[in-house]
């Protein structure tokens, strides 16, 4: 093992010192700082030269010594001579101070106070809401040519999102909403045991089920699952270019690509929402006759007797309205997606974010409107 | 077809926001001539290329196509005008949804009135023009780059444009496919009489095909008028001499 670095600053005549490097100089040795060294140079130095001889073993640490040394010798106008170094070192740091580092890029990425922070936040996100807004204008436009019959729209491609939407998530669908009907008959039957009146449990089970909670349900499973997939299918276009390539064609991408999957989502979120409420009443059913003792056909009497058109009105048009505002969503961050693979996946988390933060400001007020309007 | 040039830039200044990529951009392509952008990287090619074709406005000056002004015409205008483009991007931007067919077939069926079978034969002539007959169920994820960007030179002739724009053609091609793929471009403007405008920087390339071309500097945010390519490689401007040569003293 050879000896581990050392250094010795030797003065040939007045001003003209030689810096004697020897032994190991890697990274794993702690090399010294450029700094120390420097401030053990004469006053008077001069010049300044090294010597190697004795030096075993060097990686790129040493240069990164010798770069910041020369720095500050140019800095005191030491005239400093890479003459003695090794070759091999002598070639690298030319390369590296061949090109002058370049300051003021415009780029200023150093940590910001949180303050500045907010305020960036802010406003991007008032910067983001014309570009909203303008995307909805769009999709207007594109439905007032789909009908009137000037839109470009092939049915192949409704067929397409629906099936990949409707079927192939009603798994996911079913389970979840098993389990939500599940909890709510327990929250139901704890609470009504206080009055007695646990056969009730079949009309806030039916009830919940149906007007407000299959749809939320629904809305947010496929806000997780087809949302970001909008997002990132049409971010992948944006980055493969596809979307440009409609673009030049005159053929609206909006038409093309946005269109079909707001109406898929339209049309199949309200039918999932009605398939979860009465997944959720089965697994009510379920609960109250194992554990409750209520019996069957009672139960079965009791949903009849709560549930009315209205109610399945309702959780329809809230189905209806949260599958707009996914698609919305999924396909408008998938539009603004940048030309990178990170923006995709920027898009896919922002769809997700923003269609959650649409369906529950609906939900709000949706539930608010029904209320006053006695519905 | 009136006297004026095909195309016709004139002091174009491209950017984003503040930053201008390149200022005072200036040139007339000929009917039927090969026209190459040449630049190094970052010079703002691509940047030129949207703004010819309508994917980005100018921050300045006019493009004229045949003499209409295409950036200050009405939308609807100027779609019309650039359905007299044919454009192959650098990636081929083909729809990955769309079989090969459909991928030629979409701007026919848009903007003609001809049936299916009608379709069915252009498309299939297309695909056979760049050698990709018996292709047409393929999806552009089942292609090699080079039959790609065949693929994507097929789409960009469907509607028999007057003007092809092509954005580097050969990245990601290699030496062989990238020469056929020039020579292709080559014998459709021999045979078509279509004007082609290059974007690249590949010298093979800028030397094999160009009939006319300017050089985009990315230190000066300048263009440099070059002329023929092969006539610029001898005694043209010294830093277009010097990137022709790849960095040999000019």
């Keep these: 093992m050879d000896r581990a670095w050392q250094f010795d600053l030797r003065s040939a005549e007045a001003g003209a010192q030689v810096l004697v490097l020897s032994g190991r100089w890697c990274m794993d040795e702690g090399l010294p700082e450029a700094d120390a060294v420097a401030s053990r140079l004469a006053a008077n130095a001069r010049s300044l030269g090294f010597d190697t001889t004795a030096l075993a073993d060097w990686d790129s640490s040493l240069l990164n010594f010798l770069r910041n040394l020369l720095r500050i010798c140019a800095a005191r106008g030491i005239a400093a001579s890479t003459a003695g170094l090794p070759k091999g070192a002598q070639r690298l740091l030319a390369m590296a101070m061949a090109v002058p580092e370049k300051t003021l890029l415009g780029r200023n990425?150093?940590?910001?106070?949180?303050?500045?922070?907010?305020?960036?936040?802010?406003?991007?996100?008032?910067?983001?809401?014309?570009?909203?807004?303008?995307?909805?204008?769009?999709?207007?436009?594109?439905?007032?040519?789909?009908?009137?019959?000037?839109?470009?729209?092939?049915?192949?491609?409704?067929?397409?999102?629906?099936?990949?939407?409707?079927?192939?998530?009603?798994?996911?669908?079913?389970?979840?909403?098993?389990?939500?009907g599940l909890i709510l008959a327990y929250l139901g039957a704890d609470q009504l045991k206080l009055v007695g009146a646990q056969i009730f449990i079949a009309d806030l089970v039916a009830i919940g089920m149906v007007r407000e909670v299959g749809a939320l349900m629904t809305g947010i499973i496929i806000a997780g699952r087809t949302g970001a997939a909008f997002a990132a299918q049409l971010g992948t276009m944006q980055v493969n270019e596809e979307i440009d390539a409609f673009k030049t064609l005159g053929i609206a991408p909006i038409d093309f690509l946005v269109v079909p999957r707001i109406l898929a989502l339209m049309?199949?979120?309200?039918?999932?929402?009605?398939?979860?409420?009465?997944?959720?009443?089965?697994?009510?059913?379920?609960?109250?006759?194992?554990?409750?003792?209520?019996?069957?056909?009672?139960?079965?009497?009791e949903t009849l007797r709560a549930l009315t058109a209205t109610?399945?009105?309702?959780?329809?048009?809230?189905?209806?309205?949260?599958?707009?505002?996914?698609?919305?969503?999924?396909?408008?961050?998938?539009?603004?997606?940048?030309?990178?693979?990170?923006?995709?996946?920027?898009?896919?988390?922002?769809?997700?974010?923003?269609?959650?933060?649409?369906?529950?400001?609906?939900?709000?007020?949706?539930?608010?409107?029904?209320?006053?309007?006695?519905? | 077809m009136n006297g004026a040039p095909h195309i016709e830039v004139r002091d174009l200044a491209i950017g984003y926001g503040d930053f201008v990529v390149q200022?005072?951009?200036?040139?007339?392509?000929?009917?039927?001539?090969?026209?190459?952008?040449?630049?190094?990287?970052?010079?703002?090619?691509?940047?030129?290329?949207?703004?010819?074709?309508?994917?980005?406005?100018?921050?300045?000056?006019?493009?004229?196509?045949?003499?209409?002004?295409?950036?200050g015409a009405e939308t609807e205008d100027r779609q019309r005008l650039q359905r007299r483009l044919g454009i192959l991007f650098q990636g081929s931007a083909l729809w990955s949804s769309l079989t090969l067919a459909e991928n030629v077939a979409l701007p026919i069926a848009e903007y003609t009135s001809l049936s299916k079978p009608q379709i069915d034969e252009i498309v299939a002539f297309k695909l056979a023009l760049v050698g990709l007959a018996g292709f047409e169920e393929f999806y552009p994820s089942e292609l090699s780059g080079g039959m790609k960007k065949r693929a994507g030179l097929a789409r960009a002739m469907a509607l028999d444009p007057e003007i092809l724009v092509i954005d580097e053609p050969s990245s990601g091609l290699d030496?062989?496919?990238?020469?056929?793929?020039?020579?292709?471009i080559v014998e459709l403007r021999d045979s078509l009489g279509t004007t082609v405008v290059v974007v690249t920087h590949d010298l093979a390339s800028i030397l094999a095909i160009g009939d006319n071309s300017v050089y985009l500097?990315?230190?000066?945010?300048?263009?440099i008028s070059t002329g023929n390519p092969q006539e610029a490689l001898r005694n043209g401007d010294p830093k277009v001499r010097q990137f022709l040569k790849r960095g040999d003293a000019a």
Excluded at chain 1, 343 to 348: C, D, E, F, L, S
């Design chain 2, 23 to 71: 200022r005072g951009v200036d040139f007339a392509v000929g009917q039927g001539d090969i026209f190459v952008i040449m630049g190094g990287n970052g010079c703002g090619k691509t940047t030129l290329m949207r703004a010819l074709v309508g994917l980005q406005p100018p921050l300045a000056g006019t493009v004229r196509y045949g003499g209409k002004d295409f950036w």
């Design chain 1, 267 to 301: 049309l199949m979120v309200p039918l999932l929402t009605l398939y979860s409420g009465f997944i959720g009443m089965l697994a009510g059913l379920l609960v109250s006759v194992t554990i409750f003792d209520i019996g069957v056909f009672e139960y079965y009497t």
């Design chain 2, 175 to 184: 030496p062989l496919t990238a020469r056929h793929l020039d020579e292709l």
């Design chain 1, 109 to 180: 990425n150093g940590p910001r106070g949180i303050v500045a922070q907010v305020g960036a936040a802010t406003l991007e996100f008032f910067r983001g809401v014309p570009a909203m807004l303008a995307f909805l204008g769009e999709i207007t436009q594109a439905f007032g040519r789909l009908l009137t019959g000037r839109a470009r729209f092939r049915a192949r491609d409704l067929w397409i999102e629906i099936e990949e939407v409707g079927p192939r998530a009603l798994p996911i669908v079913s389970v979840i909403s098993f389990l939500v």
């Design chain 2, 217 to 223: 500097d990315a230190d000066t945010h300048t263009m």
């Design chain 1, 311 to 375: 109610h399945f009105f309702v959780g329809l048009s809230k189905g209806s309205v949260y599958g707009a505002m996914i698609a919305y969503a999924g396909c408008l961050r998938g539009m603004q997606c940048g030309r990178s693979a990170e923006a995709v996946g920027r898009a896919a988390t922002s769809a997700v974010v923003t269609g959650i933060l649409l369906i529950t400001i609906a939900a709000s007020v949706m539930t608010i409107v029904y209320y006053q309007l006695d519905i």
